[in-house]
């Protein structure tokens, strides 16, 4: 019995500290561009040590190209998804996949419907 609590608290705690470890990874600049469709432009992903972040776009009429906080942020082993609430229709979900690397974010989501594309690599 003691075996077992002991490994549920070991791998409670990997987890934790592994969470940890890719939320200090992400912290920084990252660029990148979007695709949804036929549009394409390029975007700009940052995240700050206080656990904030932002993100912006340019050619996205619906985003402007100022920088945008991001909601709904989750940093799970391997991933990160967020919401990114656009200035006149549904919010932008995103989520994306840290690339082994440690330098890239690759994913997709959905805005207004459509399917979209992201690839973001680090920039500092």
Known sequence: MFKKYFLMLCFGFYSVCALAADAAALQGQWSGVWYIGMSSGKTHLHFDEDGSAH??????????????????????????????????????????????????????????????????????
Do not use: H, M, R
């Open 55 to 124: 993100i912006s776009f340019t050619n996205l009429d619906e985003f402007g190209e100022e920088d945008i906080p991001l909601s709904k942020l989750s940093i799970d082993s391997g991933s990160v998804s967020f919401s990114v609430p656009s200035k006149y229709s549904a919010a932008f979900q995103i989520q994306l996949k840290i690339k082994p690397d440690g330098k890239t974010l690759d994913g997709g989501g959905k805005f207004d419907g459509a399917g979209a594309k992201l690839v973001f690599t680090k920039s500092n």
